[in-house]
């Protein structure tokens, strides 16, 4: 059975930092490419990052480039995500997510369909 648990979640700053991490189990996790999205309420759910079972396929979503970066470490199972230079708008509940077609980032990465694995997700809110 596949586990994802995701962790590091809170209230923080505009201007701050929060380091999240999901550990999964239940599969073998360095055959897989994994992603994390975001759902404010209100709005869909929304594609944040992916990284490839390697780590050289990266991409981010439009609105956290060059703030969030996304790493693996797949001797511990472990996904993670550095979120920097937090503003508001990235107030939402985090999920992370198991690829289940691919093991990289498909030109379809920040959509819900390659995904088949999903965490219960760790709320962040940022204050102004």
């Known amino acids: 059975q596949v586990q994802l648990v995701e962790s590091g979640g809170g209230l923080v700053q505009a201007g701050g930092s929060l380091r999240l991490s999901c550990t999964a189990s239940?599969?073998?996790?360095?055959?897989?490419?994994m992603g994390w999205f975001r759902q404010a309420p209100g709005k869909e759910r929304e594609g944040v990052s992916c990284?490839?079972?390697?780590?050289?396929?990266?991409a981010y979503g439009d609105s956290v480039k060059g703030r969030f970066t996304i790493s693996r470490d797949n001797a511990k199972n472990t996904l993670n995500l550095q979120m920097d230079s937090l503003k508001p708008e990235d107030t939402a509940m985090y999920y992370c997510?198991?690829?289940?077609?691919?093991?990289?980032?498909?030109?379809?990465?920040?959509?819900?369909?390659?995904?088949?694995?999903w965490g219960q997700g760790t709320q962040v809110t940022v204050s102004s």
């Open positions: 990284i490839s079972w390697s780590s050289r396929d990266i």
């Open positions: 997510a198991v690829i289940g077609l691919y093991d990289y980032c498909s030109s379809s990465w920040s959509k819900e369909g390659p995904y088949n694995y």
């Open positions: 239940g599969l073998l996790f360095d055959d897989y490419g």
